[in-house]
T-cell receptor, first 114, second 116 residues
Framework: GNSVTQMEGPVTLSEEAFLTINCTYT??????LFWYVQYPGEGLQLLLK?????DKGSNKGFEATYRKETTSFHLEKGSVQVSDSAVYFC?????????????FGKGTLLTVNP | DAGVIQSPRHEVTEMGQEVTLRCKPI?????LFWYRQTMMRGLELLIY????????DSGMPEDRFSAKMPNASFSTLKIQPSEPRDSAVYFC??????????????FGPGTRLTVL
């Protein structure tokens, strides 16, 4: 079945540092890929998505590129802010599984210090 | 526009008691999802409704869990009897049609359940 593996946290960075959170997936076919963000005390929000190979999703300075050859969807941001402190989830849907069903990674806690 | 509304936000109960969690999806959305989040297992889909009909309940842990969606604007998740291992954050999410692989799911703020 489908699965998502993302780097273990927690990740602690200083403001304006470069961020990478690795995500790899296992799926048959061509899944859609997502990054969700969960701020403290809130539900998950969609951060960005990519629906086919080589697509780049971007939002709020975050980017991720759908790499079919490496089955990866790494999240990057060039300069993080304190307000980016949150838990980040990589997820997929489709790709041999149900189209409605999101399969999530375990989440990576990011803390950005001033 | 109001997002997905869940109540209560926090629930503390004793083992053996009945617990009912409530969700109001975004108006116009026709798909509704219940998730459970724990440290050990992460985020798990419990049940998925489309047009008020349960489509996939394979994630419901056992018969103690039940979910209903009597109309397009309301759903409940009930645990009876509750056990300490049910302690988790329960999220409700909704989307416009669950058939497409990339329809965004909008999550509520969650209900933090503690069973003593």
């Amino acid at each position: 079945g489908n699965s998502v593996t993302q780097m273990e946290g927690p990740v602690t960075l200083s403001e304006e540092a470069f961020l990478t959170i690795n995500c790899t997936y296992t799926a048959t076919g061509y899944p859609s890929l997502f990054w969700y963000v969960q701020y403290p005390g809130e539900g998950l929000q969609l951060l960005l998505k990519a629906t086919k190979a080589d697509d780049k999703g971007s939002n709020k300075g975050f980017e991720a590129t759908y790499r079919k050859e490496t089955t990866s969807f790494h999240l990057e941001k060039g300069s993080v802010q304190v307000s980016d402190s949150a838990v980040y989830f990589c997820a997929l849907s489709g790709g041999g599984g149900s189209n409605y069903k999101l399969t999530f990674g375990k989440g990576t806690l990011l803390t950005v210090n001033p | 526009d109001a997002g997905v509304i869940q109540s209560p936000r926090h629930e503390v109960t004793e083992m053996g008691q009945e617990v009912t969690l409530r969700c109001k999806p975004i108006s116009g959305h026709n798909s509704l999802f219940w998730y459970r989040q724990t440290m050990m297992r992460g985020l798990e889909l419990l049940i998925y409704f489309n047009n008020n009909v349960p489509i996939d309940d394979s994630g419901m842990p056992e018969d103690r869990f039940s979910a209903k969606m009597p109309n397009a604007s309301f759903s409940t998740l009930k645990i009876q009897p509750s056990e300490p291992r049910d302690s988790a954050v329960y999220f409700c999410a909704s989307s416009l049609s669950g058939e497409s692989s990339y329809n965004e799911q909008f999550f509520g703020p969650g209900t933090r359940l503690t069973v003593l």
